[in-house]
């Protein structure tokens, strides 16, 4: 049982160039999330999928596209990758929808020159 | 949206001492509050959650209490080990997909 399983771990992108974060779980959840982390500003939501089929936007999606592929997976695509992307990139799942705990994958180090 | 914040940024404090790390959201529709710990280049884990129909919630050394009407909510640590060392986050849900997070404290429990 690996929970949230992310890949790559690491990424160095030249700007304009393109790149899928892949993302998958076991856990049978329904709802999965794409945040990234920046140093001081704690984790925003980028893209969210409710449930199989859905998706919706969250704090900060542009320059950002995702699509639920299955109930186990979850990708991110940046299209053209700017320097201001660079971030460390969670993944999450839980359960349901609404009040219920994340469960976070190992992170994706991405920095774009 | 909703806004949290988080206080204080850092805090450091002896082994065995107390800590406790403060956070204020905005939305009064909040109603799922997790707190997660994220030690160095690792994945953030939740600790303790509390709904907003319970006033304080604990799990050994952790507590949770909520306060509703001032829209604060804290974490507390009683009898710090130095493997309390970390980042914490602070979370508010509306009861939708809006997970907000604190900025995050970083705790460091000298031994």
């Known amino acids: 049982n690996a929970g949230v399983t992310q890949t790559p771990k690491f990424q160095v992108l030249k700007t304009g160039q393109s790149m899928t974060l892949q993302c998958a779980q076991d856990?049978?959840?329904?709802?999965m999330y794409w945040y990234r982390q920046d140093p001081g500003m704690g984790l925003r939501l980028i893209y969210y999928?409710?449930?199989?089929?859905?998706?919706d936007k969250g704090e900060v999606p542009n320059g950002y596209n995702v699509s639920r592929l299955n109930k186990r997976e979850f990708s991110l695509r940046l299209e053209s990758a700017a320097p201001s992307q660079t971030s460390v990139y969670f993944c999450?799942?839980?359960?349901?929808?609404?009040?219920?705990?994340?469960?976070f994958g190992d992170g994706t180090r991405l920095s774009i020159l | 949206g909703e806004n949290v914040e988080q206080h204080p940024s850092t805090l450091s404090v002896q082994e065995g001492d107390s800590a406790v790390i403060k956070c204020t959201y905005s939305?009064?529709?909040?109603?799922?509050f997790p707190w997660y710990k994220q030690e160095l280049g690792k994945r953030p884990q939740l600790i303790i959650d509390?709904?907003?129909?319970?006033g304080e919630k604990k799990d050994q050394r952790i507590a949770v209490t909520l306060n509703k009407t001032a829209k604060h909510f804290s974490l507390h640590i009683t009898e710090t080990q130095p493997e309390d060392s970390a980042v914490y986050f602070c979370?508010?849900?509306?009861?939708?997909?809006?997970?907000?997070f604190g900025a995050g404290t970083r705790l460091t429990v000298k031994p």
């Open positions: 999450a799942s839980s359960l349901a929808s609404y009040n219920q705990p994340q469960h």
């Open positions: 856990m049978n959840h329904n709802s």
């Open positions: 999928s409710a449930s199989e089929g859905t998706t």
């Open positions: 939305d009064s529709a909040s109603n799922y």
């Open positions: 509390i709904r907003s129909n319970v």
């Open positions: 979370a508010a849900n509306r009861g939708n997909n809006d997970m907000r």
